[in-house]
């Protein structure tokens, strides 16, 4: 696969703080690929080297095959780029703005015209074209933000967390449209709202302490937590506390939390150690204590369960060094 970002040993130091330590990842052509990590991680440093905002200390990047470095004029046409705070002019109107930019990316007569109602379509925009931006609310404003990154066609898209802003509806609308960008684009997004990156992303890379602690796709990264499967029972019985007790002294079981339903009925998540599957066990017990069992189940790990299981065994590791 054609390698459209490529990151090797990449470093920043801010003074005496190391923000990037010596980071490596690769973004194939047409992947969607999720950056995720916790505030402070590295995420925006890493994401402005690359857009030619920084530089960098040490290592080297490329972006379509030219040196973030040496080459920062083609890099920056190669990349469409929708920073977290989107910076735009509040006294222009929508289409005057897009096509302000389109202009200033390369964009002539007829082609920039209809690079801008292009985009202005895509991005929902049709109804407020003629809008001052300095009227828009922070979810329109993000979406004229994405149709800027979109303006110039570019085969790399650089997204800081595009649906901040964003109601239900609209969220689901850009998912979409991320996913179709992925026909043709290379996009490497970064969002805190992890079910939308597990919606929308195959691929994955994970910074935290401003190191590279997880990259693979979706799938691999999850099957690799598949011994953090839990077993989700829903029953009424002896009482909550008892009920508590009991599962707990079943061999292999770590711990059991408990969430109270309604008429009764209380849902129990129950951790096993390594991979071992206990649904026989729990529904074994059930029969025995004669509770009224409407669901059990085995949960696989979500995206979030296997984020915060990297972050966690980051810190703790980072702990034992200190």
Known sequence: MEKMIEVEGLTKWYGRRLALDRISFQVGRGQIVGFLGPNGAGKSTTLRILTGFLTATNGRAKVGGHDVFTES????ASIGYMPENVPLYPEMRIQEYLSFRAGLKGLRGKDRAAAVDRVIGRCWLQERRRSLIGSLSKGFRQR????EALIADPPVLILDEPT????PSQIQETRRLIQSLGEKHTVLLSSHILPEV?????NLVIIAEGRIVATGSVDELRRGQAGRQRVILEAKGDGPAEMVRALGQIQDVTSVDREDLTDGWVQFTIAPSGSKDLREAVAALAVQRQWRVRDVHRQAPTLEDMYLAVIAGT???ARHVA
């Open 164 to 167: 901040i802003g964003l109601d």
């Open 73 to 76: 004029l083609a890099v920056r």
């Open 315 to 317: 810190a703790e590791a």
């Open 198 to 202: 597990e919606k929308t992303c195959s």
């Open 144 to 147: 004229v933000g994405l149709a």
